[in-house]
């Protein structure tokens, strides 16, 4: 198991910026993947960015050129939000996969970015 704390949301006009970070602990050694998601009221959840075990990337399509997802040796995911779009409000879940296909959930943290 993995446990998974983020921070860094709040509240930012368009065109603003934001970073997020996810705090990783437990069995980090068995992650193969982690990334960010998100979920705004009503729908579900959709990839924001995953990073590999092997440092590979893979980005939204509504993200690109804007995010950039990082990770640190302290096993700190993070997430720089440039370019906010309102379009971009939702809450944001650090999410860590195993090579078993086990998924771990953070709590989520609020972006909100208002026109």
């Known amino acids: 198991q993995v446990r998974l704390v983020e921070s860094g949301g709040g509240l930012v006009q368009a065109g603003g910026s934001l970073r997020l970070s996810c705090a990783a602990s437990?069995?980090?050694?068995?992650?193969?993947?982690i990334g960010w998601y998100r979920q705004a009221p009503g729908k579900q959840r959709e990839l924001v960015a995953v990073?590999?075990?092997?440092?590979?990337t893979n980005y939204a399509d509504f993200v690109k050129g804007r995010f950039t997802i990082s990770r640190d040796s302290a096993h700190t995911l993070f997430l720089q939000m440039n370019s906010l779009k309102p379009e971009d409000t939702a809450v944001y879940y650090c999410?860590?996969?195993?090579?078993?296909?086990?998924?771990?959930w953070g709590q989520g943290t609020q972006v909100t970015v208002s026109s």
């Open positions: 999410n860590s996969r195993n090579m078993l296909g086990y998924d771990d």
């Open positions: 437990g069995n980090i050694f068995r992650i193969q993947t």
């Open positions: 990073i590999t075990s092997g440092g590979r």
